[in-house]
């Protein structure tokens, strides 16, 4: 078999060399720059930088607010990958089995894919408005004093409906274009070996998800973490006060509003870290355990 | 003819856009939205309109945090505009950077404009001023926070505006209560509840002369006697019924007020223009924050809220000159007594109070009155101002702690420990940048 190669050395290094210059002036140089900040605490305006060695980690590491911030966000991130995947999941099996107006049906789905985080917030606001938002209402004729922006548990619970409500159609596209393309002389044959429809969902169509399953849960985690951030902000109004936030929010908070530059250097490499980790624990445990077809 | 108009007015269009080549032009950052921002661009028009020689463009950039962030990056980038409105929080900041900004005192004085702090009222004139009284920042958007309330509401319940807590929760509370209201909200924990209770009770907010004296080795002194017996009795007004809090967002504790669920509302002096405007369905007035006569007998002036204007360093000496030109007309009184008339921030020099006086304007408005005479009591101690770094760190962090003691997350004790010790880490992380 003849192998397709580049004759000259220098042609692929300059065929490559538009994507690399992109990594490394958009992400490592940047990342690089954080790295270096972390070390510092600096004057705001850039007159006076101190040399503090390892004191911003130490700073977080005994910051018990920072620690409670990290524990809320890793809850956060559960309940809204666990709830908007497997709502997604949920109608996406259902989806599939519409067979009149199923077009509209999908369609009316994936409509909230096209609004943006900071407008899926700005509904939330609407919705659990303090004296006449709809949902607000809602609870309180189940009898729970629902106050957005007041209490945290409830700030929290209306972060994580807009959060999950925002990516469910996202997910809902990706599960239902995986099962349809589950072949289907596969269901057929399942069918005949097995009558129930959730065991054959767990047993056959649930496996050949996976792989979909897979590349959605590390995309929701990210998510989660990261591109809530709108929805944080819109909700909290950008004054956190005794609400909840995620540490991407925090590092906002600091770097952005409170002009702490070494801080918020220090917790931007913190997570870094926390997605390298979760990278490679995804890719490392997780991927072994999928066939890809 | 037609024709020949078009190529006339086409030739005159030419002819000013030449005239306008010769203008110095700078730029102003500012934070002040809607309402507020229509009254800049006026300011602006009314300056350009005003002489030939210079052109200020205003740009409006967002909330206090985001200008003062953006003016920091722009400087950073050698890219600052000649003026950058910067709000009380981030004075420290913006102050302790000598080398951000020209100090307005000098940038007057070299420019030959007239220059005597003594013209400013007594409340404004040391807040934005460096440990030896020099002016660094020129008051600009100055406000305090004042008592509003609904007037029919109190003749409804038969009480008059309380003059001290005590009065408040032993009288007009309940009887407002009674009447069907709730009696107080307020919009700014931080400022009228800590800031402010401190200059109005004469009490030090920080050592080192409440930090003018420099970040190194300053410490907040927020966890006093008399501040946690004010929140106590806040806790237990909420609890009684005679005070709610709807967050830490400014409107959500003004819409009830507007509503005529609350009946008192503290706020700022510079929230009398919007209220005027709203014509609102009672008739409501104001007068000057309540205080503990269990603290003091003698209550003190607040501070100044709001922002002052800062010409940033790096410019052309040409610009300079424009920029001290411009302050110069935002001084002067008929420019002072159209900002303070439209918004309700208060006039910064006795001139332009006198002014407003003599028009009539409190005679019109009684209320509008109250912040400036507020700001006109008698001087304590610790009533000139107070400087930290990453201050408004810190008021995120008071803003959570009083959120949490009004929700029963956490007991007063805590809650003022928990300030003390976040605080005091922040000054002390912030001494460590200044060097």
Redesign the interface.
Known sequence: MKRAGFTARWLPILLLMPQLVIIAVFFYWPAAHAVQSSFFLQDPFGFGSTFVGLDNYKDLAGNGEYLSIAWFTVIFTVLVTFLSLSIALLLAVKADNVLRGAKTYRTLLMWVYAVAPPVAGFIGLIMFHQSWGPLTELARSIGWDFKLGVNFNDTATAMVIVSVWKQVPVNFIFFLSGLQSIPKSVREAALIDNRSASGRFWDVTFPLLAPTGFFLLITNITYSLFDTFGVIDTMVKGEPGNNPMTLVYKVYVDGFRGNDLGGSSAQSVVLMVLVLALTVFQFRLVERRIHYT | MQKFKLGASAAAIAMVASAAMAEVEITWWHAMGGALGDTVNQIAEDFNASQDDYKITPVFKG?Y?ET??AG?AA??AGEQPNILQVFDAGAA??I?????TVPVQDLLQDNGVEFNIEDYISGVRYFYADSDGKMIGMPFNSSSPIMYYNVDALEKAGVTPPKTWEEFQTVTAPALKEAGYIGLSQSHLPWIFTENFHSRHDLPFATNDNGYEGAEGTKILVNNDAMKAHFTAVKDWKDKGFFE?????WS?NQ??FEEGKVAIWLGSSGSFGGLSKKDLPFEFSATFLPYWESVTKEPKQTFIGGAALFAMAGKSDEENKATAAFFEFLTKPETQYMWHRETGYVPITTAAYEMAKADGHYDRAPAAEVGIKQLSLPAGKHTKGYRMG?Y??IR?VM??????I??G?TSVEDAFNNIET?AN??LE?FA????
């Open positions: 909330t945090e003062l962030t920091i400087f950073r900041t913006v302790g950077a000598k080398g951000a809090w709807y967050g830490t967002g959500d819409t009830p990453f408004v760190q995120d803003n959570r702690e009083y959120g949490r009004l929700t997350e976040e880490a922040l992380r460590k940048t200044q060097n």
